[in-house]
Nanobody
Framework: QVQLVESGGGLVQAGGSLRLSCAAS????????MAWFRQVPGKEREFVAA????????YYADSVKGRFTISRDNAKNTGFLQMKSLKPEDTAVYSC?????????????????WGQGTQVTVSS
C-alpha cells in the first residue's frame, strides 16, 4: 500500500497561486493513478484533477480547467497540483488520492488511499 501526505496549502488572495504537493511512501508511486479532490464543510467531496501512472492521461474538472495543472514526478514519489488565478470558491480542503489500477477515475469511491488533506483559503 501507499501513504500520502499533502503540503503547500495556505491563505492566498484571489488571483494568486499555490502549489500543492503529495508525497508518497510505501509501494512504488508509479504503480498508482493519482488524483486531487477537494471538500468544503457540509458538501460532498469534489473531483479536481487526475493523472495516469505515466502522466500521459490527465483529466480536470471544468471548474479548474485552464487554471490548475496536475503533474507527477515518479522518481521523487511526489505528485503536484499547481493552482493559478485562484478564486474564493476554490477555498476547500484539498486531498490527494491514489488507486492501484490502470484506469484514471474521477469519483472518490474509486480511490483507496487518501492523504489527510491541506487547507486552501482564497480571500476576496
Amino acid at each position: 500500500q501507499v501513504q500520502l501526505v499533502e503540503s503547500g496549502g495556505g491563505l492566498v488572495q484571489a488571483g494568486g497561486s499555490l502549489r500543492l504537493s503529495c508525497a508518497a511512501s510505501g509501494r512504488t508511486f508509479s504503480s498508482y493513478v493519482m488524483a486531487w479532490f477537494r471538500q468544503v464543510p457540509g458538501k460532498e467531496r469534489e473531483f479536481v484533477a487526475a493523472i495516469s501512472r505515466s502522466g500521459g492521461t490527465i483529466y480536470y474538472a471544468d471548474s479548474v480547467k485552464g487554471r490548475f495543472t496536475i503533474s507527477r514526478d515518479n522518481a521523487k514519489n511526489t505528485g503536484f497540483l499547481q493552482m493559478k488565478s485562484l478564486k474564493p470558491e476554490d477555498t476547500a480542503v484539498y486531498s490527494c488520492a491514489a488507486r492501484d489500477d490502470l484506469r484514471v477515475g474521477i469519483y472518490p469511491g474509486e480511490y483507496k488511499y487518501w492523504g489527510q488533506g491541506t487547507q486552501v483559503t482564497v480571500s476576496s
